[in-house]
């Protein structure tokens, strides 16, 4: 007897379950490659080029900012300065080099009292003072800006969000300074100008430079501070051309509003933001531009992802984490054991540094030259240092030439409190101010790009406005150091920089490193190393 057993067949949709995964790719002849997660340093060297085309328009783009800072910050010089003057016709008046020694009446200022604040509102003799606190108000609203839009960049406004709302702020306030009534309207409108400004040049490097692969961010980093000093120099024809205080501070604060309709439509979020924030689809579509506009091509199963979810295999776990918005203050940066000492030491290298640069910017011998000239010189000195470090930083590394430049600085300055102040050891110790500053200068230029590195995306910009806001407290009191007089000045700005160079010590190297995201993939990273 033959037994015919019946043959079932199955729908396709209940067979296919039963084959494994792989078996049935194989069987249908798909051959799909694994997905493949990497950060986004790796990711810039591996499929989108580290500084190609993209990378070098986005860099240009938002280092302009950086002029617009230069144009707000060092206005001051031309619309605080003292003007010229002159005895007036028939009067009882003596030329003499003090104008206290006169008499009211007997003289005047040439070109009238609009050529600065100065003559405007008798800013001389008993009320001298008014223009030093003015200054210092500036840096003071600077100190305070850099913490809040440092903190905002990282978290609701994001780089770009936070670069377009102080230019707008900055173009605002320094139109109304130009309509300022009264001395106090004016000291009002500086600080709020310098609360705007403290946020130009944080939020501006940090969105230039984290585009940018790991093996070029160093030189890239670096040659931001070109942009600073060519604002500078800028500012000296804008001031040349526009002669009254009033009429400079528009000419001053209208490319802020060139550059928020004309220049930032083109500049791009910072992808590194949009993934600590959980926007992986918006982070993406831009590492996608980067590599299309550089000739490059990442491939479909290629992912970007945090560091702590690069090794992780749960589809369904990256996914949920992907999204989730990380978060990070300076609070956390202080939490941290990895970042708390780091923070501190930077904070220090900070304020050391700016009181030695804004100190020698004040006390150095004056070019014998006009004011215009002698700002555009000033300007131009500085850009060798720049040259040299972004020369040398990634070939000595950060540490080693962060150390280097502030014992050069410090040596120089120590040598010129020992020197007179006559004769040939006038002009010996104008030399050693103009050594410590270029090699502060070149210290500067480091300081940005080294504290950018040591910390994680998440507390990037709140890190580094501490920074800022430690380097506003040194300008705020570098001009109490210079009135002190004769070679007390050197010896302070010397010590500093010994001392800003022994912080240096402390810091780890960042040469070649990983930008971090979160906090956990520092650490992951630095156990790892």
């Known amino acids: 007897m033959t037994t ?13 379950p039963l084959i494994p995964p792989d078996d049935k790719n194989r069987l249908d002849g798909h051959h799909e490659p694994p997905v493949e997660r990497l950060c986004i340093d790796v990711m810039l060297r591996k499929y989108c080029g580290e500084f190609g085309y993209w990378q070098f328009k986005h860099f240009v783009l938002t280092s302009m900012a950086w002029a617009l800072e230069a144009f707000h910050t060092m ?14 016709p028939g009067s009882e008046c003596v030329v003499t080099s003090d104008v206290c020694a006169l008499q009211p009446g007997t003289w005047r200022w040439d070109g009238g009292s609009g050529m600065s604040t100065v003559a ?55 139109l109304l300074t130009s309509l300022s009534p009264n001395y106090l309207t004016y000291v009002l409108l500086r600080l709020l100008t310098g609360f705007s400004t403290g946020g130009v040049g944080l939020c501006a490097f940090v969105l230039a430079t984290e585009p940018v692969g790991p093996s070029k961010r160093g030189i890239a980093g670096m040659s931001t501070f070109y942009f600073f000093s060519s604002g500078i120099a800028l500012l000296s024809g804008i001031a040349y051309v526009f002669q009254t205080w009033r009429s400079l501070y528009i000419a001053s604060s209208v490319p802020s509003i060139l550059f928020v309709f004309l220049i930032l439509p083109f500049i791009s979020e910072s992808p590194r933001w ?3 924030r959980g926007q992986t689809d918006n982070a993406m579509s831009i590492m996608r531009a980067i590599a299309a506009t550089n000739g490059r091509c990442i491939p479909e199963n290629v992912y970007v992802a945090r560091d702590e979810e690069v090794k992780d295999n749960d589809q369904k776990s990256f996914e949920a984490r992907s999204k989730e918005v990380i978060t990070g203050s300076v609070v956390d940066a202080l939490k941290s054991p990895l970042t708390r000492i780091r923070l501190i030491l930077v904070v220090g290298i900070n304020f050391t540094c700016s009181v030695v640069y804004y100190g020698l910017s004040l006390n150095v011998v004056n070019l014998e030259t006009n004011l215009y000239v002698s700002v555009l010189v000033n300007a131009v000195a500085e850009m060798p240092a720049f040259f040299l470090t972004a020369v040398l ?20 300055c120590i040598a010129g409190s020992f020197m007179g102040n006559e004769g040939a050891w006038k002009v010996i110790r104008m030399l050693c101010g103009v050594l410590g500053i270029f090699g502060m200068a070149g210290t500067y230029n480091l300081l940005f790009i080294y504290a950018m590195e040591l910390f994680p995306t998440v507390v990037r910009n709140a890190a580094l406005g501490c920074a800022t806001q430690a380097a506003q407290l040194g300008a705020i009191l570098a001009p109490f150091v210079v009135v002190m007089g004769g070679g007390i000045p050197f010896l302070v700005f010397g010590v500093c920089g010994i001392v800003g160079g022994l912080l240096t010590f402390y810091l780890p190297e960042t040469l070649n490193k990983p930008l971090y995201d979160t906090m956990d993939g520092m650490a992951d990273g630095e156990n790892e190393a």
């Open 75 to 88: 206005v001051m010089i031309f619309a605080d300065r003292e003007p010229d003057w002159s005895c007036k």
């Open 120 to 174: 405007e509102w008798g800013l001389v003799c008993g009320q001298k003072y008014k223009v030093g606190l003015v200054q210092s108000l500036f840096f003071g609203g600077c100190m305070i800006g850099a913490g809040i839009f440092g903190h905002l960049s990282d978290s609701k406004l994001g780089r770009k969000g936070s670069l377009t709302v102080v230019c707008i702020l900055n173009a605002l306030f320094g």
């Open 4 to 16: 015919h057993t019946p043959s079932l067949s199955l729908p396709d949709d209940l067979r296919s």
């Open 274 to 276: 949009y993934l600590i």
């Open 393 to 412: 930083i990634d070939r000595f590394g950060r540490k080693p030439l962060g150390v280097g430049t502030q014992w050069f600085s410090g040596i120089f």
